[in-house]
C-alpha cells in the first residue's frame, strides 16, 4: 500500500494527495487482522475488524474476484475539495489520480508474484460501508491467481504463445514478430 500512496507528480499533485484515500477489505494478508481498513494520510487504520469477504463481493457489483482475493482497495476521492481546487477538471484528476494508484499497486502485486485486477462497483455503497463522504472511483483486487503465467523469454527473444498458429489461422494469417 505504500506505492499507492505516493505522491502523483502533476499540476495537480499537491490536491490529488489531498483529496485521495483508500479504503481496504482486507480477506486474508499474512500478519494483518481481518477486516476493513483506511490508507489516508495518516497510514493504515483499521476501522471494523471481521470477515467482508461478502460485502466485499457485493461492493463489486457481485463479481467474485470482489471477495475472493486477498483484499481489495477502494480508492477514493473527496469530491467536492476537488472540485473548488480544480473546478470542472477535478473529476478528471480523481480518475487519473485513482487509475495511477491502482497501476502502481498491480504493478507491485505482479513484481512480487501476485495479482491484481481492476474492478467496478457500487458508488454509494461503498461510501456507506465505510462511512466515509468520499467517492469511490476505481477498485482494485489482489491477491494470489489460481494459474501461473506461462514464463517468458529472455529480453530480446521471441516468444510465442500456445496454439499460436491457431491465433494466426483465425486472424487471416498475419504473423506478428
Keep these: ?13 499537491r490536491v490529488s494527495r489531498a483529496t485521495l484515500d483508500h479504503y481496504l477489505n482486507v480477506h486474508c494478508v499474512a500478519d494483518t487482522t481481518p477486516g476493513a481498513y483506511v490508507r489516508d494520510r495518516t497510514g493504515l487504520r483499521l476501522l471494523k ?3 467482508h469477504h461478502a460485502q466485499s463481493r457485493r461492493l463489486c457489483l457481485d463479481q467474485p474476484l470482489g471477495g475472493n482475493c486477498a483484499y481489495a482497495v477502494f480508492h477514493t476521492a473527496r469530491l467536492d475539495e476537488l472540485f473548488g481546487a480544480c ?39 461503498v461510501s456507506v ?3 466515509t463522504a468520499a467517492s469511490c472511483v476505481l477498485v482494485t483486487a489482489v491477491g494470489k491467481p489460481a494459474y501461473q503465467n506461462l514464463p517468458g523469454g529472455a529480453p530480446g527473444e ?20
Aim: negative net charge.
Design 158 to 177: 521471441i516468444t510465442e504463445l500456445p496454439h499460436y498458429e491457431q491465433l494466426v489461422d483465425r486472424s487471416g494469417g498475419q504473423r506478428w514478430r
Design 129 to 131: 460501508f465505510f462511512d
Design 87 to 125: 473546478g470542472a477538471r477535478g473529476y478528471r484528476v480523481a480518475n487519473f489520480s485513482a487509475g495511477l494508484s491502482s497501476g502502481r499497486l498491480a504493478l507491485a502485486a505482479f513484481a512480487l508474484s501476485f495479482g491484481a485486477s481492476a474492478l467496478s462497483f457500487l458508488d454509494d455503497e
Design 49 to 51: 475488524r471481521g470477515d
Design 1 to 13: 500500500m505504500a506505492v499507492v500512496a505516493r505522491d502523483i507528480i502533476g499540476d495537480f499533485d
